[in-house]
């Protein structure tokens, strides 16, 4: 069954404004991996955590295995944040499930 | 630095005709190497991965088959295409240890099957 639940689905932010996504799990995770797709449709890299909290410029992530959730923060959203965020988990074994992702659009 | 490449970019074919989508690492010695596959509108799926030349493990089945011929190639293929086989693949890389390591995605392939 389903083991990612990414919410919100879509959400639309003011230039300077922020807000967090959200990934709960129904299964306790290794690790979560946060991904924005580029205009290509690849997946870059944002954080990878075990555990705890990273930061990296307006962005900052939060994963909690025993809790089982992780989030991802966005903060002075620019209008080139825009676009798809995805969350991926590492359930073991070399398994990674994805989440459905968060269309994020930042409007001026 | 490490450099991953698919090819081909997009490709479309023929229900029925076969396919065969390529991936190499370089750089990067033994990686664990996966394929994921996103239906237009879908969740990504992780199909095969592999942590060693010549064993794949199959994760969903989609009558797709891949291998790893080399320890830097990850190939998906299959002798017949479904309508259901369109979507975007990707293949990734991770470092060698359990599953909890950092993924990095190739540019992906576009196949749409008609």
């Known amino acids: 069954g389903d083991q990612v639940e990414q919410s919100p689905s879509a959400l639309s932010l003011h230039e300077g404004t922020g807000s967090a996504l959200r990934c709960n799990f129904t299964?306790?995770?290794?690790?979560v991996q946060w991904f924005r797709k580029n205009s290509r449709g690849s997946l870059i890299n944002l954080f990878y955590?075990?555990?705890g909290t990273k930061e990296n410029g307006r962005l900052k992530s939060a994963f909690d295995s025993k809790e089982r959730y992780s989030t991802l923060h966005i903060r002075d959203a620019q209008l080139e944040d825009s676009g798809t965020y995805f969350c991926a988990a590492a359930t073991g074994g070399y398994k990674v499930v994805f989440g459905s992702g968060t269309r994020l659009l930042v409007s001026p | 630095a490490q450099t991953i490449h698919q090819w081909p970019v997009a490709e479309i074919k023929a229900v029925g005709s076969p396919l065969s989508l390529g991936c190499t690492i370089k750089g990067k010695s033994s990686p664990n190497l996966y394929w994921y596959w996103q239906a237009t509108g879908g969740t990504l799926q992780q199909l095969f991965y592999?942590?060693?030349?010549?064993?794949v493990e199959s994760v969903v089945q989609l009558n797709l088959s891949a291998s790893r011929p080399k320890d830097d190639q990850f190939i998906l293929s299959t002798e017949k295409l479904l309508l259901s086989h369109s979507g975007f693949y990707l293949c990734a890389w991770s470092g060698q240890g359990a599953s909890a390591e950092t993924l990095y995605f190739g540019s992906g392939t576009r196949l749409t099957v008609l």
């Open positions: 299964t306790t995770m290794r690790a």
């Open positions: 955590l075990a555990s």
């Open positions: 592999s942590i060693t030349v010549g064993q």
